[in-house]
């Protein structure tokens, strides 16, 4: 195994010198307040430098041969609360088995919600592949909803994203993509933002520059095109690139909860079945359109990288884990009008969230994994996973 040095500097950092700290700065309630905070200014570097730093380990067991196509999963992995059940899908799942890449989001390193596993690096242990981890946030508790009544404390309290491989992994970037909502303001306090990670890939005949991004949720349609946007801006030209990952192209400005709720009930006047058939499904045909907008202008496809139209994620009205994170920030009576609007649906709302886009490459066969959430007593995340194959 092949590892980097300075990730274990990192955790050590965080657990000795950042940890003791956060119960004093979860009583700010905005990042202006924590910026003044005397414990924060005395972490304020190491904290930069701590979300700045890949974590990178090679646990291949030789080099993986040249393939006339290489297969590309990105999924939201909802933390790795499922993480057993995750690890023997891959291990056994008629399609995950035969992945050459993962690009992951929704990752964590440390968090007691996920049995305080560094969940993107002991799956690369157990699968032989190398991983780059990119951590960005170190959360000040638990989690959302349901997750803060987990047993234990935090080891470390990192959640990021990652890209993992049974090819080797090069020249990492780690892109920070500005914050759409202030998150010391959140229930679920955080320091950091979302951070998308690239690695050039070296397939025997094909190297290309694989990238996991994770979009704000808490955003707006225009936030998620300039995160977009700081993407594509740190990308270097010259490689096939695909882009992959949970975009959260609800179609929702959900930088507010009233904002939300407009649009919400704009979307019940449209008429739900319409908003779901045209626009939940298919978000690239207005109100996200300016994302998808600008993949095209800067030469990158994802008609045929993408099963147009079918769902990735559905929220259920009746779903526990969903409503809990929901109810953090839109009142009660909500509920109400969400299950009336959705009288005609078993109270579910199939939308699509996650995405692929490539540049310069020839790519075949897009799925959507359902049997990883739908059918189970335990979904293995809230999210489907999404495949593709890259053709040489």
């Not at 032989?128 to 946030?137: D, H, K, L, R, S």
């Amino acid at each position: 195994m092949r590892a980097g040095a300075t990730q274990d500097q990192v955790y050590a950092a965080v657990a000795a010198e950042i940890l003791p700290r956060l119960d004093a700065l979860a009583r700010c309630r905005s990042t202006a307040e924590l910026e003044a905070h005397p414990d924060y200014r005395a972490i304020a570097p190491l904290v930069a430098r701590s979300l700045a730093t890949p974590h990178l380990a090679d646990f291949r067991h030789g080099d993986a041969t040249a393939r006339p196509r290489y297969r590309m999963l990105a999924w939201n992995i909802e933390r790795g609360a499922q993480f057993e059940a995750q690890l023997e899908a891959f291990r056994s799942h008629p399609y995950l088995k035969t992945c050459d890449v993962l690009l992951l989001t929704e990752a964590d390193a440390g968090m007691a919600r996920s049995g305080n596993r560094m969940v993107a690096e002991v799956l690369a242990r157990e699968l032989g592949m190398a991983q780059v981890f990119a951590p960005c946030y170190i959360a000040l508790g638990k989690g959302s909803g349901v997750e803060r009544h987990v047993e234990g404390d935090n080891r470390f309290g990192l959640h990021g994203n990652a890209i993992l491989s049974r090819y080797p992994l090069h020249d990492i970037r780690l892109i920070p993509l500005a914050n759409g909502v202030d998150k010391m303001a959140h229930r679920e306090q955080r320091l950091g933002c979302q951070t998308a990670v690239a690695a050039r890939i070296d397939f025997p005949n094909l190297p290309l520059l694989a990238v996991s991004v994770h979009l704000d949720a808490q955003s707006t349609q225009r936030h998620r095109r300039e995160q977009m946007r700081s993407v594509l801006d740190a990308l270097p030209s010259g490689l096939p690139v695909i882009l992959g990952g949970d975009w959260n192209t609800s179609t929702y400005d959900s930088s507010r909860a009233f904002r939300a709720i407009l649009g919400f009930a704009l979307r019940v006047m449209m008429g739900v079945d319409h908003v779901i058939r045209n626009h939940y499904l298919h978000p690239e045909r207005l109100f996200e359109r300016g994302l998808f907008q600008l993949l095209s202008q800067r030469g990158f496809e994802y008609q045929r990288s993408n099963r147009m139209g079918e769902p990735t994620i559905c929220y259920d009205v009746c779903d526990q884990r969903a409503t809990g994170n929901l109810r953090e920030w839109v009142p009660e009576w909500c509920f109400a009008f969400i299950r009336w609007a959705l009288r005609n649906h078993q109270g579910r709302c199939p939308m699509k969230l996650d995405w692929f886009a490539t540049r310069k490459l020839r790519v075949e066969n897009p799925v959507v994994i359902h049997d990883l959430r739908e059918g189970r007593s335990a979904p293995l995340s809230d999210h489907d996973a999404i495949g593709v194959d890259v053709v040489v």
